[in-house]
């Protein structure tokens, strides 16, 4: 029997049925679990939509095809075809990490589906390039896949640490260490490749609908630089920086992630 596009990604709804729709997706090697500190607040006044990528936390890993999922543009039309499927319109799109690209693909694809776009640690490329600064070596990636290669079950400890740095941040580090460990290490190798050699600074002009970037003040895998090029090169984006480290804001300040979001999306 077919699986349906909601239990394919694990769909879950809250809130109001006839609010505006409040779509959430999760980074990299993470799942719709790491929005619980922020999503259910705005279950008050939005419909929120909370979905896991296919490969990641409970979502059908058998419906997973390498070659289609081997460009994020298969995951921008996982987007939309949840958006389908229950009839959403005017959707605010929360995406973080990798998903900020994958709301860009989607919004640029449809642009009568969206509203508005949040980004959480947005980066649209994470290698460097001549002026560019993404943060990131050719070889410092080659190192990171390569590590993924070789160790199925030792490369999540070092990436969690970089995602989630410092004493601080141990008990958040470890939930997105465990949840690094739940993801099929043969698609996560895989979906690393899309995600840091991707390239999506020719999409950003093309984005339609006004834009939040929210940036980490200490950001080890998307940098200030980062967030800046998105914001100037998104029309009419504005960024908001988090002074918080790490890579997850809604986990390591989730308080200031609400307020700059409900500030964006209610006004």
């Known amino acids: 029997m077919a699986v349906s596009v909601l239990e394919r990604h694990r769909v879950r709804v809250t809130g109001h049925v ?32 909370l979905f896991d990528h296919l490969g990641s936390g409970g979502s059908d890993v058998d419906a997973y095809d390498e070659a289609a999922y081997s460009g994020l543009e298969r995951y921008a039309q996982d987007v939309l075809d949840i958006c389908h499927e229950l009839d959403l319109h005017d959707v605010v799109f929360v995406g973080h990490s990798v998903s900020s690209m994958i709301g860009v693909l989607a919004q640029i694809a449809e642009p009568d589906v969206f509203a508005r776009l949040v980004m959480v640690g947005p980066s649209a490329r994470y290698i460097d390039d001549g002026d560019y600064v993404g943060g990131f070596s050719e070889a410092d990636i080659d ?6 290669d070789s160790n199925h079950l030792g490369w999540q400890e070092p990436l969690s640490g970089m995602v989630m740095p410092g004493p601080e941040l141990a008990e958040q580090r470890a939930e997105l260490d465990a949840s690094f460990c739940r993801t099929r290490p043969d698609i996560a190798r895989r979906f690393a490749g899309v995600t840091f050699r991707g390239d999506n600074r020719a999409d950003l002009p093309l984005v339609s609908v006004p834009t939040l970037v929210l940036q980490n003040s200490n950001d080890p895998i998307a940098p200030p630089s980062a967030g800046a090029y998105v914001r100037d090169h998104v029309p009419g984006a504005v960024l908001e920086v988090i002074e918080t480290s790490g890579h997850c804001a809604h986990l390591s300040a989730p308080s200031e992630t609400i307020a700059a979001i409900r500030a964006f999306v209610l006004t």
């Open 18 to 49: 006839d609010a505006q729709p409040m779509l959430f997706a999760h980074g990299f090697g993470c799942d719709q679990a790491m929005w619980r500190l922020v999503a259910p607040v705005f279950a008050e006044d939005f419909r929120v939509v």
């Open 143 to 148: 190192e990171l896949l390569d590590l993924m």
